[in-house]
């Protein structure tokens, strides 16, 4: 058999078949009689599935198929076994956390307490200086009264007067190392260091005769103590002469005048820290400032166990909102026309369990040609007849008319490719009987 005669035979076919596919699609598209336009569809109803927003096994199911069910029935519910070992384990953690709070509570109450003890006690003692503070006699170089200036302005006035000797004494300090660095003799930074250790030695040896000399006829004792302080001293005398050697009469000058200088830096800085810690009595005093801290601390303690606590209770209302959705309800009143689940299976979150349908709310899509497409309006009626009862009509109403054609095909620029196109019209029936179901098969006619 050549080529062209399969084609031919292929094509001989394939018409039939065409033809038959086109009055199968045309039956159910509507058409223009005498008495009006006519359309087949099927019976539809408002079909809402079920699944539950958690897995688990499923431990009863509620419902059966054909039962009618109201909002909120429940219908399925699943085993709760590992989510109340959830619970129980998330209700510990809350009770732990509570513990932490209440802990961290008192805790800080007692430092509240301690706290205002020693601002009390610290007032007290400083009542007798507040009471003659207004009584003493202002400096002479001091033209304003004793009272001008209060306790937190002498304070201020204190703590800066410690940062300046402070950068006083560190520029002494400076002055000083760098007239040992710059002298001509290297050795005297050594002699120097010397020089002090033997003062030193030579105190604590006179410490020790002086010591053996008043102990009760111990003349061994007291000889070791003079042959340690003959050595000592004999030691000052060699470091102190090493010393003077190294010196000339300016060097000696230069560094007798700098390590005054340096003497007097760091006495006006050791002095006006105490000052300062003189001033700091009262409401100022530092053992407040330090309870003030401890208060802070524990406030803080409370803080993180709230938080805590906060984040427990959290985890134990998740796990009782899972709990919650273990038992799945009806989200619509109607009945159930599908049940895919039986006891004793797992079903994952997500899964459809049951299909509800509302078969008070039926309704019907037909589809009408382009050329019929703009009789039909919203609001109009149509007369319903089903196989399933021959001699009845029921009565239905336009409720959604598209606006895009549908089964259109790609290019439509003919007179004949447009009575090809239809649009979808759907109807809402009205069946106070109950009669009618989802799925049966039916005409419409539409009423002018």
Same mark, same amino acid.
């Not at 008192?106 to 205002?116: G, K």
């Not at 201020?156 to 410690?162: I, P």
């Not at 369990?353 to 019929?372: K, N, P, S, Y």
């Given at each position: ?115 205002? !003890? ?39 006035? #204190? ?44 105190? =604590? ?46 060097? #000696? ?8 200088? !340096? ?13 300062? #810690? ?40 998740? @796990?009782? !909102? ?41 309704? =019907? ?17 149509? =007369? ?13 109403? @336009? ?50």
């Amino acid at each position: 058999m050549t080529v062209e005669r399969i084609r031919r035979a292929v094509l001989l076919l394939l018409v039939p078949l065409l033809i038959v596919i086109s009055i199968v699609y045309l039956s159910g598209v509507s058409r223009e009689t005498e008495e009006g336009i006519r359309a087949s569809g099927t019976v539809e109803a408002l079909e809402v599935t079920v699944s539950p927003e958690v897995a688990g096994r499923i431990e009863a199911l509620l419902v059966a198929e054909g039962d009618h069910v109201e909002v909120g029935d429940p219908l399925i519910r699943l085993d709760d076994e590992l989510l109340q070992a959830q619970r129980e384990r998330a209700a510990a953690a809350v009770r732990t956390a509570e513990a932490a709070v209440n802990a961290a509570q008192i805790n800080l109450d007692l430092l509240t307490l301690q706290a205002e !003890l020693t601002r009390r006690m610290e007032r007290q003692s400083d009542l007798p200086d507040r009471e003659g503070r207004w009584q003493a006699t202002s400096p002479s170089a001091f033209d304003l009264p004793i009272w001008y200036f209060g306790q937190s302005d002498e304070i201020d006035a #204190a703590e800066r007067e410690v940062d300046l000797a402070l950068e006083a004494l560190q520029k002494e300090q400076a002055h000083f190392e760098t007239l040992l660095e710059e002298s001509a003799m290297e050795d005297l930074q050594q002699a120097a260091a010397r020089l002090a250790d033997a003062r030193v030695s030579f105190t =604590i040896a006179d410490e020790v005769l002086d010591r053996a000399r008043r102990a009760r006829d111990d003349e061994q004792l007291e000889q070791y103590a003079e042959d340690l302080y003959d050595a000592a001293e004999a030691e000052l005398e060699a470091a102190q002469s090493d010393y003077d050697q190294l010196l000339s009469e300016k060097d #000696a000058a230069d560094v007798l005048e700098a390590r005054a200088r !340096l003497a007097v830096a760091q006495e006006r800085y050791d002095s006006a820290r105490d000052h300062l #810690a003189a001033l700091q009595r009262g409401d100022y005093a530092l053992q407040i400032q330090v309870a003030e801290r401890n208060l802070d601390q524990a406030q803080a303690a409370v803080d993180q166990a709230e938080a805590g606590l906060s984040q427990a209770q959290a985890e134990l209302d998740l @796990v009782d !909102l899972q709990l919650d959705k273990l038992e799945v309800s009806a989200p619509i009143s109607g009945v159930v026309v599908t049940r895919n689940v039986e006891v004793g299976e797992v079903i994952q979150a997500g899964a459809v369990a049951l299909t509800l349908a509302q078969l008070d709310d039926l309704t =019907i899509t037909v589809f009408v040609q382009e050329d019929c497409y703009g009789e039909i309006h919203l609001g109009q009626t149509a =007369i319903v007849s089903v196989d399933s009862f021959p001699d009845e009509t029921f009565s239905a109403t @336009v409720t959604r008319i598209a606006d895009r054609a549908e089964f259109t095909p790609r290019n439509v620029q003919t007179e004949e490719g447009r009575r090809v196109t239809v649009f979808a019209i759907e109807l809402e029936l009205s069946d106070p009987t109950g009669r009618l179901k989802p799925g049966m098969p039916a005409d419409v006619e539409f009423v002018e």
